[in-house]
């Protein structure tokens, strides 16, 4: 057993004792993978909500077991938020543990994509984008029961039901409780197979673009219309001009509709247009250009709506602080810890966005998140376990 009297007295453990800690965390590496099994065969896709609410029970019940005082943050339209406390051995600051448990896919997907442990993979619906990251969360937090006797600081988990669908029931309490809090970590799953951890994230946004022409008979009164899906199309070749790749700025239109039938003027148009930004400073001249659209038909009336709704996770000295304290705790077992800036969003953008030192990318390691083939690699669990357990004790 790791536990020794340095241990409990330093929040820095010696340098031999991570890799007796990495060995706790492979001895336990079975059970684990059990419970991560169990919160992925409860389905949760973020629009259903009694079907969330079900792991949301299932995990307030497993915190409390493990000793944090549960506080339910009741939600209307997508399923309650869950936040747990866990008090520490001394007054600091805690340490907010961020995790969310809807996935993306619908209700019933478990029979075409079932949970399943095949070559050191573990696949499933959101196995990875992150019942894994909560799984760990878990984990990290029974070890250092074993090892101190009870927590060596507080440490509050929360884990949010909507973070897939932008995160309207959650984003105010995680950044009421990210300012209670010394550091965030974040759950979600680690950035490619070498595990690296995130230390920026693009801003994200989407607007809907809607667009009223009027209609006529294609066939009898064609001068008489004001074809909405032209000038959609008009309108698509303009924003596509907004991507800025090389200063990290990509727009998308990604879903258009429009039009009833072939034989009628189009009378309506919408596009779904999906927005990264690299710097905060880059939202503004965005959205400026995205509502300052001008129609090329007159009789065309456009209408804009949306905005970002995530502002960059940027890599300023608190995130890089973490990430030097991950780094001194991975090398403990050799293990050179990279950090990727990846161009999805997180809650770490709201965390990191109200000036909250984050470290994102903690939780599993492993590919397809959102996809098919989603799956966790097995063997990357222990020293992941061990990397949370030293950044709740560090940061
Ligand atoms: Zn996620």
Known sequence: ?????????????????????????????????????????????????????????????????????VAIHRAEEYADNIQVDFPGH????????????DTVYPLGTLASMPCQLTDGRLHGPGVLDMKSGIALMLSA???????????????TVFLVSDEEVGSSSSRQITEA????????????????TRGAVKTARKGVGDYTLTIKGVAAHAGLDPGKGHSAILELA???????????????????????????????VAAEAVAEIDVRIKSAKQAAGL???MRALKSFDKRCKLSIEGGINRLPM???????????????????????????????????????????????????????????????????????????AGMIENA
């Open 177 to 192: 409780l990210a300012r209670k809090s010394a550091a965030v970590l974040v759950l979600e799953p680690a950035a490619g």
């Open 141 to 155: 937090i029974q070890a250092l029961k074993d090892w101190h006797k009870g927590l060596p600081r507080p440490v």
């Open 234 to 264: 008009r309108q698509i070749a303009v924003i596509s001009k907004f991507n800025d790749l090389r200063h990290g700025i990509s727009v998308n239109p990604g879903v258009i509709r429009g039009g009833t039938r072939t034989n009628v």
């Open 314 to 388: 940027e890599r300023n000295a608190g995130v890089a602080a973490l990430y030097k304290k991950a780094q001194e705790i991975a090398r403990q077992i050799d293990w050179q810890l990279e950090e990727a800036a990846v161009g999805g969003g997180s809650d770490g953008n709201f965390t990191a966005g109200i000036g909250i030192p984050t470290l994102d990318g903690m939780g599993g390691v492993g590919e397809g998140a959102h996809a098919l083939h989603e799956h966790i690699i097995i063997s990357e669990l222990p020293r992941r376990a061990l990397l949370l």
């Open 1 to 69: 057993m790791p536990t020794n009297k340095r241990a409990r007295t330093s929040t820095r453990p010696s340098e031999n004792l991570y890799p007796e800690r990495l060995k706790y965390f492979e001895a336990r590496q079975d059970a684990l993978v059990k419970t991560i099994r169990e919160f992925v065969e409860v389905e949760s896709p973020s629009d259903n909500k009694p079907a969330s609410d079900r792991i949301g029970a299932l995990l307030a019940a497993r915190f409390e077991a493990a000793g944090g005082r």
């Open 90 to 101: 001394d007054g600091s600051k805690p340490v907010l543990l961020l995790g969310h448990f």
């Open 287 to 289: 959205d400026r250009k």
